[in-house]
């Protein structure tokens, strides 16, 4: 079954929807993981901002009160190569991001670039 695309009008009304101090954090994770992979789609799903390779939800953007949260679906396999990961359960993982803080450039860039390889997806 063939999923219709998301417009990016879709996108920019999340990213309208949030905060100053959300967007500009959620903004600049964004921007790192589609410079990381941009073959990543990007959709509105369960009010959070996800990256879809082909059909599986790989990678969110979770805004939350005080900081920002770039969930790994597939984390706990990523755990021996990335301590900082957090969390709990089967296998979702999670960074942690402070709003007004700069995030950690080269680690969201490892992270997305580790989480495709766990895929097996270049």
Not at 32 to 54: H, I, M, S, Y
Request: aromatic fraction near 6%; hydrophobic fraction near 40%.
């Amino acid at each position: 079954m063939r999923r219709p695309l998301q417009s990016p009008a879709l996108i920019n009304a999340f990213l309208d929807s949030l905060r100053p101090e959300q967007r500009d954090t959620v903004q600049a994770i964004q921007q790192v993981v589609l410079a990381a992979a941009p073959n990543l789609r990007q959709e509105v799903k369960w009010g959070n901002l996800c990256f879809v390779n082909d059909r599986d939800n790989v990678m969110a953007i979770v805004p939350h009160k005080a900081n920002a949260h770039f969930q790994i679906f597939n984390g706990v396999v990523l755990l021996s190569d990335f301590p900082e990961l957090e969390g709990a359960g089967k296998g979702m993982r999670h960074i942690k991001t402070r709003y007004r803080q700069p995030i950690n450039d080269e680690l969201v860039r490892e992270l997305t670039l580790g989480c495709l390889r766990a895929w097996g997806r270049p």
